[in-house]
C-alpha cells in the first residue's frame, strides 16, 4: 500500500516476485473504508504510505476489516509521533536525548530560557529534518516560538524538545525487520541535522551487539516489526535512540554497502511469511486476523 513508488517500493516488489508472493500495489488515496465492512482480497498489506494521516487511519480500517498490516496502526500511531516515541522508549528503558514538550509556546520559551542553550525542537510529526531547530540563544528561540504560534494548526503548539548531544558529525540509522537489526549506515553531513534528504552521505556502519541490542529494543518498544531506528553516539561512544520511522527508507543503506546488505528482501521475507500464515488460517476456516506485533513476530519466527 503507497500513493508513491519511490527506490524501496520497486526493491520490495521485485523481492516479492523473486519470492514467488502474489502481490498487487494498492493506493490508500483511492481505498474506501466503512465500519463493519468486510475484509478485503488482501491477506496481508505491507504498508509503506508515505503520508503518516494516511498511513495510520488505512492501517485502523484494514485491521478494523480484519486484515494483517505491517506495521499495526499501533506501531504507525506512536511512530508518527515523536512524544509518543520518547514516552515508549522511555518505559522500555531505552537511552534516548533528555526530552520535554510543552503545552504552548509560551511555556516552552519561558522552560527553554530556564534550563539554558542549545536545544533542539521539533514539531511532533515530520520527517526528513523539516521544521526542526537548534536554539543556541534567546533570540532564535523567541522567533521559533513566535512562528509556530502562528501556525493554525494546534498541534504546532505543542513544543517537543530534546537535548542537544555532541555528536561526531554522524548519526546512525539501523533498519530492523522482524526483530533482527539487518544492517546499519553512518549519516554524516556539515550540518548539524544529518538526514539523507538534506544531503548527508551515507557510509557502511559496524553492526556491533550494542547497536543492533539498542535499535531492536527500540524497535520492540513501538511494537514495529519493520522500523528504521535513528540513533546518535555522543563523543563518549554511548548511543542514544532518536526515533523511530515505520516507513523506513533504506536505498541509502543499501547502497553503502554494495549488495551486502539486502533490505527488501528481508521485508518481502516477513511479508511471505505473513501471507503464508493468513493463508492456512483461511484455508482453516478462520478468518484472517490482525494480530499485534509481537503476535505477528513470534508467529512468522
Same mark, same amino acid.
Given at each position: 500500500m503507497a500513493? $508513491?513508488? $519511490? @527506490? /524501496?517500493?520497486k526493491r520490495i516488489l521485485q523481492a516479492l516476485e523473486a519470492r514467488g508472493v502474489p502481490v498487487v500495489h494498492l493506493d490508500p488515496r483511492r481505498l474506501e473504508?466503512?465500519? #463493519? #465492512?468486510?475484509a478485503g482480497p488482501w491477506s496481508v *498489506?505491507?504498508?509503506r504510505e508515505i503520508s503518516a494521516t494516511r498511513a495510520r487511519y488505512a492501517a485502523l480500517g484494514l485491521e478494523a476489516a480484519g486484515t494483517t498490516v505491517v506495521n499495526s496502526a499501533a506501531a504507525t500511531g506512536i511512530c508518527g509521533d515523536k512524544w509518543l516515541t520518547s514516552l515508549a522508549l522511555h518505559r522500555a528503558g531505552v537511552p534516548s536525548p533528555r526530552t520535554a514538550l510543552s503545552l504552548t509556546p509560551e511555556a516552552a520559551l519561558d522552560a527553554v530560557h530556564e534550563g539554558g542553550y542549545p536545544v533542539v525542537v521539533k514539531p511532533l510529526s515530520s520527517s526528513w529534518g523539516r521544521r526542526v531547530s537548534l536554539l543556541r540563544d =534567546? %533570540? !532564535?528561540a523567541e522567533a521559533v516560538m513566535e512562528h509556530c504560534a502562528a501556525l493554525p494548526a494546534?498541534? !504546532? =503548539? @505543542?513544543?517537543? $524538545?530534546? /537535548? @542537544?548531544? %555532541?555528536?561526531?558529525g554522524r548519526d546512525i540509522r539501523v533498519v530492523v525487520v522482524d526483530g533482527r !537489526? *539487518? #544492517?546499519?549506515a553512518y549519516r554524516t553531513s556539515e550540518s548539524w541535522r544529518t538526514n539523507v534528504a538534506r544531503g548527508a552521505r551515507t557510509e557502511p556502519c559496524p553492526l556491533t551487539p550494542e547497536l543492533a541490542g539498542a535499535a531492536v529494543a527500540a524497535a520492540r518498544a513501538v511494537d514495529a516489526v519493520i522500523a528504521g531506528v535513528d540513533v546518535v553516539e555522543d563523543r563518549e561512544g554511548r548511543l542514544y535512540v532518536l526515533e523511530v520511522n515505520s516507513g523506513v527508507e533504506f536505498a541509502g543503506l543499501e547502497a553503502s554497502h554494495q549488495? $551486502? *546488505?539486502? *533490505?527488501? %528482501?528481508?521485508?518481502?521475507a516477513l511479508v511471505a511469511d505473513a501471507h503464508r500464515l493468513a493463508s492456512t488460517r483461511t484455508a482453516g476456516g478462520c478468518a484472517p486476523a490482525?494480530? %499485534?506485533? !509481537?503476535? @505477528?513476530? #513470534?508467529?512468522?519466527?
Open positions: 500513493s $508513491r513508488i $519511490r @527506490l /524501496e517500493e473504508l466503512t465500519v #463493519g #465492512g468486510a *498489506v505491507l504498508n =534567546h %533570540d !532564535a494546534p498541534q !504546532a =503548539h @505543542l513544543i517537543y $524538545r530534546q /537535548e @542537544l548531544i %555532541d555528536k561526531p !537489526a *539487518v #544492517g546499519a549488495g $551486502r *546488505v539486502d *533490505v527488501a %528482501d528481508a521485508i518481502a490482525a494480530p %499485534d506485533a !509481537a503476535a @505477528l513476530e #513470534g508467529a512468522v519466527r
